[in-house]
T-cell receptor, first 114, second 112 residues
Framework: GAVVSQHPSWVICKSGTSVKIECRSLDFQATTMFWYRQFPKQSLMLMATSNEGSKATYEQGVEKDKFLINHASLTLSTLTVTSAHPEDSSFYIC??????????FGPGTRLTVL | GENVEQHPSTLSVQEGDSAVIKCTYSDSASNYFPWYKQELGKRPQLIIDIRSNVGEKKDQRIAVTLNKTAKHFSLHITETQPEDSAVYFCAASIAGGFKTIFGAGTRLFVKA
């Protein structure tokens, strides 16, 4: 299957700082990538759809000014959590499509905000 | 928008028994239904998928059925093994790279 990487795999930051998470498609081009958040023992909640060369589409309830998404190339999308707070601590996962409609997930980034 | 419901939330079976997980979806436009397995702390891995033009699909011990009329789809795992223990998510999307909506997940325990 297609390979999606994420960096960093984990990050600990202080409250009020910003954190950038990168999502890369390594062997395919992704015009669209998706960002999810997963709290412990819960499902994957879609946060936004990242569109290459245009603005991201955010799901209801997700603050676009807090979760900045940039999709500058066909292989890279970034999620920046601005002014992070402890309640933003979560597992953030991106996905991209390569073959037909199958979504391939990155390994995830565990964010802990102190 | 699409809403996917998944049951049960927890399922415990004896090794060798079968496990069935059921999902329903709300958007009749959805036509692609993947199933993912997620082990603790790891990314979801696609285990099987089905499209709306097919009623059933099987891959070794795993099978998926789809009832478009009722908007139901199910995952069947036969001859379960301890390594099948994980969280399983159903999902629904519209073909063409549209967003995927996930069910709440089923935590499967297979007892040796």
């Amino acid at each position: 299957g297609a390979v999606v990487s994420q960096h960093p795999s984990w990050v600990i930051c202080k409250s009020g700082t910003s954190v950038k998470i990168e999502c890369r498609s390594l062997d395919f081009q992704a015009t669209t990538m998706f960002w999810y958040r997963q709290f412990p023992k819960q499902s994957l909640m879609l946060m936004a759809t990242s569109n290459e060369g245009s603005k991201a589409t955010y799901e209801q309830g997700v603050e676009k000014d807090k979760f900045l998404i940039n999709h500058a190339s066909l292989t890279l999308s970034t999620l920046t959590v601005t002014s992070a707070h402890p309640e933003d601590s979560s597992f953030y996962i991106c996905s991209g499509g390569a073959v037909e409609d199958t979504q391939y997930f990155g390994p995830g980034t565990r964010l802990t905000v102190l | 928008g699409e809403n996917v419901e998944q049951h049960p939330s927890t399922l415990s079976v004896q090794e060798g028994d079968s496990a069935v997980i059921k999902c329903t979806y709300s958007d009749s436009a959805s036509n692609y239904f993947p199933w993912y397995k997620q082990e603790l702390g790891k990314r979801p891995q696609l285990i099987i998928d089905i499209r709306s033009n097919v009623g059933e699909k099987k891959d070794q011990r795993i099978a998926v059925t789809l009832n478009k009329t009722a908007k139901h789809f199910s995952l069947h795992i036969t001859e379960t093994q301890p390594e099948d223990s994980a969280v399983y998510f159903c999902a629904a999307s519209i073909a063409g790279g549209f967003k995927t909506i996930f069910g709440a997940g089923t935590r499967l325990f297979v007892k040796a």
